[in-house]
């Protein structure tokens, strides 16, 4: 099996490696906006680069994977969709819903593969608590909260085209809880401060922020992210219900210290970044990917879930900026008519 790979920075770079150890995976041909980047990975892993996407195509491979700018996701999952390639693409599709939908409907179109890179999916401790919720272990589910902190902010260039915090951060909660308790969302009310550095309010942006989700079966959801966590990287879930309380992400390397005489210790090696904590889930999603190709399993997670992510980032991006509740559905509705 021959792979492309278009982007080759910190995501791609991690891609490659794990596909290039992949025994059932030939050949990598790597290409970047940047020629000399790819040229150096292709060097280090005994693969080929190729000067721009073109060459993808003409030189020839069996998927694609996208790790390149979000602006350009749309329209590369397109031209894959096209040549009738399965790819494998970062989230999110574009960082609206009209991109998204014309995206989906091109690769739905063209009857081949979209998986979304919504890692969590494939991290020990989700799919845990995922068995916990649908073996009943929990009872009735009454409560989730969910949160993500990161430990600084990103670059300021990457920040102005990321999309905000909703979008680029809390997806991976909002899909994460969907995908944990199998339920949807259907209303959410949201709220952020831009009280920290001013490169947030520059951006349009909110450093830190928090919503109320109300799920189709009556469960509640907080969901609560911030880009200043000064402990560490810090990214958990509880779940609640009526017969049992679990966690995810709570080890010893959870960066939180307890103020109570017997509680644990404060962690002497916190979590640094999502990388590092999730470093086994990313090499899982795609050996996911080789097997999904391979027609060894079904789409773990396609474009419509990664739409139904995005839609309830949509809605506590108007929340926050609008100060109402507001349902993911109403949004969906609107971005259909502007495609009809």
């Given at each position: 099996?021959?792979?492309?790979?278009?982007?080759?920075?910190?995501?791609?770079?991690?891609?490659?490696?794990?596909?290039?150890?992949?025994?059932?995976?030939?050949?990598?041909?790597?290409?970047?906006?940047?020629?000399?980047?790819?040229?150096?990975?292709?060097?280090?892993?005994?693969?080929?680069?190729a000067?721009?996407?073109?060459?993808?195509?003409?030189?020839?491979?069996?998927?694609?994977?996208?790790?390149?700018?979000?602006?350009?996701?749309?329209?590369?999952?397109?031209?894959?969709?096209?040549?009738g390639?399965?790819?494998?693409?970062?989230?999110?599709?574009?960082?609206?819903?009209?991109g998204?939908?014309?995206?989906?409907?091109?690769?739905?179109?063209?009857?081949?593969?979209?998986?979304?890179?919504?890692?969590?999916?494939?991290?020990?401790?989700?799919?845990?608590?995922?068995?916990?919720?649908?073996?009943?272990?929990?009872?009735r589910?009454?409560?989730?909260?969910?949160?993500?902190?990161d430990?600084?902010?990103?670059?300021?260039?990457?920040?102005?085209?990321s999309?905000?915090?909703?979008?680029?951060?809390?997806?991976?909660?909002?899909?994460?809880?969907?995908?944990?308790?199998?339920?949807?969302?259907?209303?959410?009310?949201?709220?952020?401060s831009?009280?920290?550095?001013p490169?947030?309010?520059?951006?349009?942006?909110?450093?830190?922020?928090?919503?109320?989700?109300?799920?189709?079966?009556?469960?509640?959801?907080?969901?609560?992210?911030?880009?200043?966590?000064?402990?560490?990287?810090?990214?958990?879930?509880?779940?609640?219900?009526?017969l049992?309380?679990?966690?995810?992400?709570?080890?010893?390397r959870?960066?939180?210290?307890?103020?109570e005489?017997?509680?644990?210790?404060?962690a002497?090696?916190?979590?640094?970044?999502?990388?590092?904590?999730?470093g086994?889930?990313?090499?899982?999603e795609l050996?996911?990917?080789?097997?999904?190709?391979?027609?060894?399993?079904?789409?773990?997670?396609?474009?419509?879930?990664?739409?139904?992510?995005l839609l309830?980032?949509?809605?506590?991006?108007?929340?926050?900026?609008?100060?109402r509740?507001v349902?993911?559905?109403?949004?969906?509705?609107?971005?259909?008519?502007?495609l009809?």
């Amino acid at each position: 099996m021959r792979i492309g790979v278009i982007g080759t920075g910190r995501i791609g770079t991690i891609h490659a490696h794990t596909l290039s150890r992949h025994r059932e995976v030939g050949s990598l041909i790597l290409t970047d906006v940047d020629p000399a980047r790819a040229q150096a990975l292709a060097h280090r892993l005994g693969e080929t680069a190729a000067p721009g996407v073109d060459e993808i195509y003409t030189w020839g491979v069996d998927a694609v994977v996208i790790t390149a700018a979000t602006s350009a996701h749309a329209d590369l999952i397109g031209r894959a969709a096209r040549a009738g390639l399965p790819v494998f693409c970062e989230k999110p599709i574009a960082l609206d819903l009209a991109g998204t939908l014309q995206a989906i409907t091109e690769v739905e179109t063209a009857g081949t593969v979209l998986q979304m890179g919504f890692q969590r999916r494939f991290d020990r401790g989700y799919t845990g608590a995922r068995e916990a919720v649908r073996a009943g272990r929990l009872g009735r589910l009454h409560t989730v909260r969910a949160m993500t902190s990161d430990a600084e902010p990103p670059a300021p260039s990457r920040l102005a085209q990321s999309g905000g915090l909703y979008r680029d951060s809390l997806i991976h909660d909002f899909d994460i809880l969907r995908w944990v308790t199998g339920r949807e969302v259907v209303d959410v009310y949201a709220g952020g401060s831009d009280a920290g550095p001013p490169v947030f309010r520059e951006s349009g942006d909110v450093d830190t922020g928090a919503a109320l989700l109300t799920l189709d079966d009556g469960t509640l959801a907080t969901v609560t992210g911030t880009r200043l966590n000064g402990a560490g990287y810090d990214v958990r879930m509880e779940l609640a219900g009526e017969l049992d309380q679990i966690v995810v992400g709570l080890d010893d390397r959870t960066p939180i210290a307890s103020t109570e005489p017997t509680g644990p210790p404060a962690a002497d090696k916190p979590w640094t970044g999502f990388l590092e904590r999730f470093g086994p889930a990313y090499e899982a999603e795609l050996v996911a990917f080789v097997e999904v190709v391979r027609g060894e399993r079904p789409n773990p997670c396609d474009g419509r879930e990664a739409l139904r992510a995005l839609l309830i980032a949509e809605a506590c991006e108007r929340s926050r900026r609008e100060r109402r509740p507001v349902r993911p559905t109403e949004l969906l509705s609107s971005a259909t008519e502007a495609l009809a």
